[in-house]
Each structure stands twice: as structure tokens, then as C-alpha cells.
């Protein structure tokens, strides 16, 4: 909710963004293409696409009777879950791995991973759904 909305110039959002809080780490590639398709342009500079107050409501909130859909699942699920993600993800992860519908593995990298090692992460999905 807190975070800049709005900034001068595509290249100050870059400047301002790239390695700093969920964006540390990310590639220049996966940077440049948040840069390119999160922000529109205004009158007075470049701003994000999805206003704070809605994003926080969408990190803020899940669907209703969460884990007793999830516990009814039967359709092979593959989770792949970061070293470095938030702590609350791994144990829900191996809450689900109790469900023979669900395997995880770990994988290198921050909650943002993808964005992180975009090639490794599409040649994981690939072998990990391939084999």
C-alpha cells in the first residue's frame, strides 16, 4: 500500500525498483519486462497498472474454504517452493504434501525465483513436467 506508485520517466521506475525489497535479485531482463508491461503512461510520468489499494487487497485476501478445496484436489499438483521464500510457503507446502495429489521440490532463489533465473526456472518446469 505503501510502495511509489508513480514515477517521472520508465527509466526512474527501473532506477527505483531493480534490486530493491521483492524486486532484489531479479534479472535485468525480468526487471525491464515488469518496467515495460506494469507501467502505462500518463500525463505527468509512468505509473503502475494495478493501484496499490487494489494489489494489497488481492495479497490480502485468498478464497474462502482454502485448504478443504485444496485437500479435495485429485489432479497431479507439482510445487516448486524457494530456498529463500517467505516461511509460512514451505510449511503450507509440506501441509499439502500429506495429500497424494501434491509433490514439491525446492528450487534456488528468492519467492520470485522465475524472475530471478528466468532460463533455470523454464528449464525446471520443463524437465519436472516432461519426466
Known sequence: ?????QWESREEA???LYGHGVFKGWSKEAMQAYIDYALYDAIDGVKLKCEGKIESKIFGSYPKHLWLRLEQM?????ILVAQRSFPFIARSVERLE???AYSSATVPGGHCFMQEDPVSAVKLI???FLD
Request: hydrophobic residues 20%; positive net charge.
Open 1 to 5: 500500500r505503501e510502495r511509489t506508485q
Open 14 to 16: 527501473f532506477e527505483s
Open 74 to 78: 485429485e489432479t497431479p499438483c507439482k
Open 98 to 100: 500429506a495429500i497424494p
Open 126 to 128: 520443463k524437465q519436472w
